[in-house]
């Protein structure tokens, strides 16, 4: 069974920066698109970012210029670099990640992680 472990999230002031990660543990063989997605209070979920396995890159129009996404393979891990963090990226963080295959060539659609606060103060 494949489980995603994120981390990184936490309190910073406007202009600040952040990297989350997000870990996928289990018998993995390939992964097709590992993202994230953000929940801000009273709002719905929406996407963030994503990184797909042949390395292209999708960023919503509010991030982009400000958030990278990377992925490490070999590690299963993406991550989410956040540079010049305004008060309105204060969300909960998910993790997405679409296409799993496991060596028990078991295949997973869609997975979330468990989600990690971030807090952006003015």
């Known amino acids: 069974q494949v489980h995603l472990v994120e981390s990184g999230g936490g309190l910073v002031q406007a202009g600040g920066s952040l990297r989350l990660s997000c870990a996928a543990s289990?018998?993995?063989?390939?992964?097709?698109?590992m993202g994230w997605y953000r929940q801000a209070p009273g709002k719905t979920r929406e996407f963030v970012a994503h990184?797909?396995?042949?390395?292209?890159?999708k960023y919503a129009d509010s991030v982009k210029g400000r958030f990278t996404v990377s992925r490490d393979n070999a590690k299963n891990t993406v991550y989410l670099q956040m540079n010049s963090l305004e008060p309105e990226d204060t969300a909960v963080y998910y993790c997405?990640?679409?296409?799993?295959?496991?060596?028990?060539?078991?295949?997973?659609?869609?997975?979330w992680g468990q989600g990690t606060q971030v807090t952006v103060s003015s």
């Open positions: 289990g018998s993995i063989y390939s992964i097709n698109v």
């Open positions: 997405n990640v679409l296409g799993v295959v496991t060596n028990n060539h078991l295949y997973e659609y869609e997975l």
């Open positions: 990184m797909v396995s042949d390395s292209s890159t």
